[in-house]
């Protein structure tokens, strides 16, 4: 197997960011600089979760995640350029917040306006297997200037964020022999999964040799 380890110098870690701001390299480094969350001491009469190692598979990729922090869900992808594509996928969403899906207790970016909690519209990381060359495409559908390189595990893809105002979403291509891996970052005012336990997702991904 060989792992999908984000080359952290393609991209400068920006400045004044709001919460789940960060792009995926600088969520990856996040495990480098800090402890994850669930190692660091807790608050007197606090218990910390101890780490449940778990994966799922997203056609070749395989994706390790904490499932005392993340809960894998089912949901819809938009896909650009008119968004009005879909497609199946998979996002992890942080533990506590997948006890909502389904209720009318969310507020997503609508003012004063609780709307029903779902998948689509949860902060998380999506991830889809495209099957066939999306990747050329898609990425001819977004603004060059708007387009970075990334590089996981030797496997050079491209991503670009949207959004403002600390929500939003960037995405992810990459090239997985005759399969395009699209990963979406979904990030929200609140909300948002341990930081912590995503950086570690996207440093463990492993595709076959």
Same mark, same amino acid.
């Given at each position: 197997?060989?792992?999908?380890?984000?080359?952290?110098?393609?991209?400068?870690?920006?400045?004044?960011?709001?919460?789940?701001?960060?792009?995926?390299?600088?969520?990856?480094?996040?495990?480098?600089? +800090? &402890?994850?969350?669930?190692?660091?001491? /807790?608050?007197?009469? $606090? =218990? !910390?979760?101890?780490? %449940?190692?778990?994966?799922?598979?997203?056609?070749?990729?395989?994706?390790?995640?904490?499932?005392?922090?993340?809960?894998? +869900? &089912?949901?819809?992808?938009?896909?650009? /350029?008119?968004?009005? $594509? =879909? !497609?199946?996928?998979? %996002?992890?969403?942080?533990?506590?917040?997948?006890?909502?899906?389904?209720?009318?207790?969310?507020?997503?970016?609508?003012?004063?306006?609780?709307?029903?909690?779902?998948?689509?519209?949860?902060?998380?990381?999506?991830?889809?297997?495209?099957?066939?060359?999306?990747?050329?495409?898609l990425r001819q559908s977004v603004p060059a200037a708007d387009l970075k390189k990334i590089?996981?595990?030797?496997?050079?893809?491209?991503?670009?964020?949207?959004?403002?105002?600390?929500?939003?979403?960037?995405?992810?291509?990459?090239?997985?022999?005759?399969?395009?891996?699209?990963?979406?970052?979904?990030?929200?005012?609140?909300?948002?999964?341990?930081?912590?336990?995503?950086?570690?997702?996207?440093?463990?991904?492993?595709?076959?040799?």
């Amino acid at each position: 197997m060989r792992k999908l380890f984000p080359v952290l110098t393609l991209l400068a870690a920006a400045c004044g960011q709001s919460e789940g701001d960060q792009n995926a390299v600088e969520l990856a480094n996040i495990t480098e600089e +800090v &402890a994850p969350a669930n190692t660091l001491e /807790p608050e007197r009469n $606090t =218990q !910390v979760a101890a780490p %449940k190692p778990a994966s799922l598979s997203v056609g070749p990729l395989r994706v390790p995640y904490d499932s005392s922090l993340l809960t894998p +869900v &089912a949901t819809k992808i938009q896909v650009p /350029p008119d968004w009005q $594509t =879909q !497609v199946e996928g998979t %996002k992890l969403i942080g533990k506590g917040r997948a006890a909502l899906l389904g209720k009318a207790e969310c507020m997503y970016g609508q003012a004063g306006k609780a709307t029903t909690c779902n998948a689509q519209q949860e902060a998380g990381l999506a991830f889809a297997d495209m099957e066939g060359g999306w990747i050329d495409s898609l990425r001819q559908s977004v603004p060059a200037a708007d387009l970075k390189k990334i590089t996981l595990g030797g496997v050079q893809g491209v991503s670009w964020q949207i959004g403002a105002e600390g929500e939003g979403a960037e995405y992810i291509l990459l090239p997985a022999w005759e399969h395009t891996i699209l990963i979406v970052r979904h990030f929200r005012n609140s909300g948002n999964p341990d930081e912590a336990a995503l950086g570690t997702v996207l440093n463990g991904l492993e595709l076959p040799e």
